[in-house]
């Protein structure tokens, strides 16, 4: 018969999950099998008499002219008992809408039988499984964008996402996604699909930065912060795809949570939702994200790009302070100068990455604060340095640790100073996992053109706490090009007047999409 096999699957495997038993079994002296519930599904979404099998061509549903079924008639006996039990039980497996319409013959009210929409399919298919989640992504597009747009408007920094987190509570809610709160503005939520399976995550950061925004969008920031880093577009990439799951979900094994996640410019959002749980209840097997721009400078508009093992920086920042003895300048042999001291610190720190680290691997070190001293003629007894250090190697961040504390004190201790230094805050690098990655790209495959998908050779040094989830579970985190159409990477990341190409948008929901739902075809199985 001409019914998708995985979607008749998952009608039996909702019938079985209803009532606790597996397909073939008997309801009220009625064996209820494959055969029955495929032929039943075929007449209620109104195949043609030639798709049925041959035994039930003489019995197809009659309908009343507004689309409902007058009744199921039976398909495979010859009792109106047995339609009656399949409708039932279809109904209580939420597959099919009982109700009351009128014969037109008649004038009574008899009983209807209608196929949900989310269980219908189109009988002249040639793909039974499916659909083309390129096509799908295109048509919603302006959808994209709109969300987007509507997002950009709205930018908030940290924690405090009040109106982002109800602005995307209300699309949810729409979509008929079910949803909680988590890391105070934070969201988790949550696509059941008909088959058991996999849960995979989809995570998308939420905030925005402190900078005024200069681009003069007719949808600029009305807030005073700004999405200058793109994650407007991640949450409504997010949204596109879980837009295009649940229309599908009935054909989807296991289950789809959407992350989104507050704090990543400020650090600590993504520590913060696992420790609360949103990894677990049920527990997430597999993670992915995107993030969009010019984070990796050879991808062009629309090119995803994909690297296997890290492919974005580990990030430690460290305060060193230096304490000398402030004495006259005229008599500096009385005191202890903790610039010129905390200067030399500043320098040998350079040669730790240029002259003790494998140059293959890479690595940065950059002091970005320096504050000290309080009169132009009085040396300085004190001294503040900042900065961080970036690896893609867990054995090289241990390393410049270690380093970094003993170059600091050796240049203390030849100077008669003392120094302290404290690693104030460290991100680890994020890192893909190999298999997932493999399945990744098949998928993208699937709706892009094989050169709009670039291998990653070598990470971006920039950060993202994406990789606390990468920790936690396997994953992967991937890259959409979108360098704007008319100012190309002239505004980078952070800048007033970044901004990006809205036209490719559509690709990260479809590659999402898609990596979804063959995920969980190939590890649900």
């Known amino acids: 018969m001409n019914i998708p096999a995985i979607l008749l699957e998952s009608v039996c495997f ?3 999950h ?41 019995d197809i549903c009659e309908r009343t002219p507004d689309g409902l079924d007058r009744r199921i008639k039976e398909q495979l006996g010859s009792d109106l008992r047995t339609a009656n039990i399949i409708s039932d039980l279809l109904a209580g497996a939420g597959i099919v809408e009982v109700t009351q319409v009128q014969n037109p013959e008649t004038g009574r009210l008899i009983k209807g039988t209608r196929l949900l929409d989310q269980w219908c399919w189109d009988s002249e ?22 969300w987007r747009r509507d997002l950009h408007r709205i930018p908030e920094k940290g924690y405090e996402l009040n109106r982002t987190s109800k602005y995307l509570g209300d699309q949810l809610d729409k979509l008929k996604v079910p949803y909680q709160a988590c890391a105070g503005t934070g969201l988790v939520g949550l696509i059941e699909g008909a088959l058991p399976g996999p849960v995979i995550g989809l995570r998308a950061d939420m905030d925005g930065l402190a900078i005024k925004e200069e681009t003069g969008l007719p949808y600029a920031s009305e807030t005073g912060c700004m999405h200058a880093c793109g994650h407007d577009a991640h949450m409504a990439m997010l949204l596109g795809a879980a837009k295009m799951i649940m229309e599908y979900r009935q054909c989807l094994r296991g289950k789809v949570k959407l992350l989104f996640q507050p704090a990543e410019e400020e650090g600590g959002g993504a520590e913060k939702m696992i420790r609360e749980g949103c990894l677990e209840h049920p527990p997430v097997d597999a993670v992915l994200g995107l993030h969009i721009g010019q984070l990796i400078s050879e991808l062009e508009p629309g090119q995803v790009g994909i690297g296997y093992g890290p492919v974005m920086a580990g990030v430690t920042a460290f305060e060193i302070t230096v304490r000398g003895k402030s004495a006259h300048i005229c008599t500096p042999h009385q005191g202890v100068d903790a610039i010129t001291t905390a200067s030399e610190m500043v320098l040998a720190l350079q040669k730790i990455v240029s002259r003790e680290l494998d140059p293959l691997r890479p690595a940065t070190l950059g002091v970005s604060f320096f504050e000290g001293g309080e009169a132009f003629n ?40 003392e120094v302290t230094v ?34 990653i050779k070598k990470p971006a040094m920039g950060n993202d706490d994406m990789a606390c989830f990468l920790e936690k579970v396997p994953g992967a985190y991937f890259f959409l090009g979108s360098k704007h159409p008319e100012f190309g990477d002239q505004f980078p990341h952070h800048h007033p007047r970044f901004d990006i190409d809205e036209a490719v948008l559509w690709k990260g929901a479809a590659v999402l999409a898609r990596a979804t739902v063959d995920f969980g075809d190939k590890f649900g199985k």
């Open 125 to 146: 298919a040639e793909d039974a499984e499916w659909p083309g989640f390129k096509e799908a992504a295109e048509d919603i597009s302006d959808q994209i964008i709109s």
């Open 14 to 16: 909702r019938l079985e």
């Open 422 to 455: 404290d690693f104030i805050g460290s991100f680890p690098a994020t890192v893909n996992d190999e298999v997932i990655v493999d399945q990744l790209i098949k998928s993208a495959r699937k709706v892009l053109l094989p050169e709009e998908i670039v291998e």
């Open 18 to 58: 209803e009532n606790g038993k597996e397909l073939p079994f008997y309801e009220r002296g009625i064996k209820i099998d494959r055969l029955l519930i495929g032929a039943t599904l075929c007449a209620l979404n109104n195949s043609p008499t030639k798709t049925l099998p041959q035994n039930c061509r003489n």
């Open 378 to 417: 009085a040396l300085a007894g004190k001294v503040v340095f900042k900065g961080d250090f970036r690896t893609v190697d867990k054995r090289d961040e241990q390393f410049m640790k270690r380093r970094i504390e003993e170059v600091c004190k050796a240049v203390a201790g030849a100077n008669r100073a």
